[in-house]
Every structure is written in structure tokens, then in C-alpha cells.
């Protein structure tokens, strides 16, 4: 099974400030990664697919990048809405959809 | 615009089935290119994918999962199902559907989600 690795498991950031949060895959998964936030009591939402696509009617502020193993997720300019759990996911071809264990942004 | 609501019992005692259900609207989930899936996270903790169903009917579960699971369509295409047996205090948690858009060479990702629905399993 690939394993993904997801640090920090939390961090807190002042408003403006750029954050990243990495996801790092146990072997090549190509660039089969989805990004997701999740706000406090909410749904999971898509941010970012396919490692560096921005979903339809997501900030722009929101950004990611990588291939192969490693792969980063940045806020550019952190607002208070972007307070959330973030989560990377992989899926592989033996159809198992793997979430990594997240990301808790807060605001200093 | 798509659109999912789960709904279903929100306590299970122990050793009996968890049923959920997932109302679809704004699209068929016999239509080309998505899947529709079931995803729970326990309390204080990640996600966990649980399986899904393809919009030809084909199903696919997670392994750890040890064969406790079920998913299912409606034969009005606009409701799928989620039933897991022989439940355990291990299974209390929010309880996502979400559709799983098929992108090129097998690019998924989940695109719209459910509310979630808590389930809890005590006696």
C-alpha cells in the first residue's frame, strides 16, 4: 500500500502570512493527488486536483504543486476564513482512495 | 448544481446494521463519468474512504472493511445506500456520501459532499 505523510499536523500563522503544508508519498503516485478543506463542523471541500488545478470558484489564494513523491500546498496571504483542517488524498490503481491525516491551520 | 443529503438512524446498538441513505439531485448516479461514494470520519479524526458505487452499478470497498459492507443504487437512480453489519463502537462517526468525478487516465477526486450524518454505536 502507498502510505501518505502529511506535516505538519497543525500550525499557526498570522493573517497575510504564507502557509504550506506538505504530503509526501512512500513511492511515485505521478500527479494523482487531490487537495480538501475542511472547515470546523463542515463537509470536506475540494481545493486543488490533479497536485496543481485549482477547483472552480476556489481562491486563488490557494495553490499546489509537486510530482512523484513530494507535493506542497500553499496559502498565499492567510485570511481568517482560511482557519481549517486540510487533508491531501491519493488514489491508486487498485482503486483505494487514501487520505492523508491533515493539517490544522490556525490563526496566531 | 449537484446536490447530496444523507440521512438515516443516528444511533446502531452494537453487533447490529448500520443503514444509511444518500439523496442525489441534479443528476442521475447512472450517469456517465461519476461514481458515488461513502466516506466516514470518526470524531476528532481524518477521513476514511469506505467504498463506492460506479454509475454502472459496479461496487468497490475498502479492504479494512473486511467485508461488513454494502452499497447500493435505487432503481430510480437517485439514491444510493450504505449498510455496514456487525457494528462496533469503532464505527461511530460522521458518515459523508460525496460523487467521485472520473477525470482522465483515472484521475478522481471528490467533488460535492453531503452535510454528513453522525452515526453513534452504543448500547
Not at chain 1, 487537495?35 to 496543481?52: C, E, M, N, R, T
Not at chain 1, 470558484?57 to 506542497?72: N, P
Request: hydrophobic residues 30%.
Amino acid at each position: 500500500d502507498i502510505q501518505m505523510t502529511q506535516s505538519p499536523s497543525s500550525l499557526s500563522a498570522s493573517v497575510g502570512d504564507r502557509v504550506t503544508i506538505t504530503c509526501q508519498a512512500s513511492q511515485d503516485i505521478s500527479d494523482y493527488l487531490n487537495w480538501y478543506q475542511q472547515k470546523p463542523g463542515k463537509a470536506p471541500k475540494l481545493v486543488i486536483f490533479d497536485a496543481s488545478n485549482l477547483e472552480a470558484g476556489v481562491s486563488s489564494r490557494f495553490s499546489g504543486s509537486g510530482f512523484g513523491t513530494d507535493f506542497s500546498f500553499t496559502i498565499n496571504g492567510l485570511q481568517p476564513e482560511d482557519i481549517a483542517t486540510y487533508y491531501c488524498q491519493h488514489y491508486d490503481n487498485l482503486v483505494m482512495y487514501t487520505f492523508g491525516q491533515g493539517t490544522k491551520v490556525e490563526i496566531k | 448544481q449537484l446536490q447530496l443529503q444523507e440521512s438515516g438512524s443516528s444511533l446502531v446498538k452494537p453487533s447490529q446494521t448500520l443503514s444509511l441513505a444518500c439523496r442525489v439531485s441534479g443528476v442521475s448516479i447512472n450517469s456517465g463519468g461519476y461514481s458515488w461514494s461513502w466516506i466516514r470520519q470518526p470524531s476528532g479524526r481524518g477521513l476514511e474512504w469506505i467504498g463506492h458505487i460506479s454509475h454502472s452499478g459496479n461496487t468497490y470497498y475498502n479492504p479494512s472493511l473486511k467485508g461488513r459492507v454494502t452499497i447500493s443504487g435505487d432503481r430510480y437512480k437517485t439514491q444510493l445506500s450504505l449498510k455496514v453489519t456487525s457494528a462496533s463502537a469503532a464505527d461511530t462517526a460522521v458518515y459523508y456520501c460525496a460523487s467521485l468525478r472520473h477525470g482522465k487516465n483515472n484521475h478522481d477526486r471528490f467533488d460535492y459532499w453531503g452535510q454528513g450524518a453522525r452515526v453513534t454505536v452504543s448500547s
